[in-house]
């Protein structure tokens, strides 16, 4: 049983920090609840139209999430770089696939006219 001590001590002090802020949470907020605060936040200026009125096409989310997927997949590309050296051959033929693939998905996208604004 002394073994897991470590893990009941950790798992204490986790409840017991989030208990502290959201106790300390409720006691630090602001009370009151202004006109201001159910209003759109545009820069200080007044809004001209409800937010609800502005309806986003679909293909605006979609251009978003491939730009986060292929923004993550190039970040594997700066480790690969640095050990380059280190990897010779096999790391070479293992990033061609990777790049194969990622070429592949985005010549999918690109034909399925999932990038174009209009």
Known sequence: MAN???ILVFILVAVLFLAASLIAARLLRDAGMGR?????????????TLALDHRFSIRYYL???????FD?????LFPWAVMFDQLALFGFIEMMIFIAIL????????KRGALNWA
């Open 72 to 76: 993550v997949e190039t970040v594997f």
């Open 103 to 110: 070429v592949v998905g985005y010549i999918y996208v690109w």
């Open 36 to 48: 201001t605060n159910r209003e759109p936040y545009e820069c200080g200026n007044e809004p001209e």
């Open 63 to 69: 251009i978003a999430v491939l730009f986060v997927i």
């Open 4 to 6: 897991y001590l470590p």
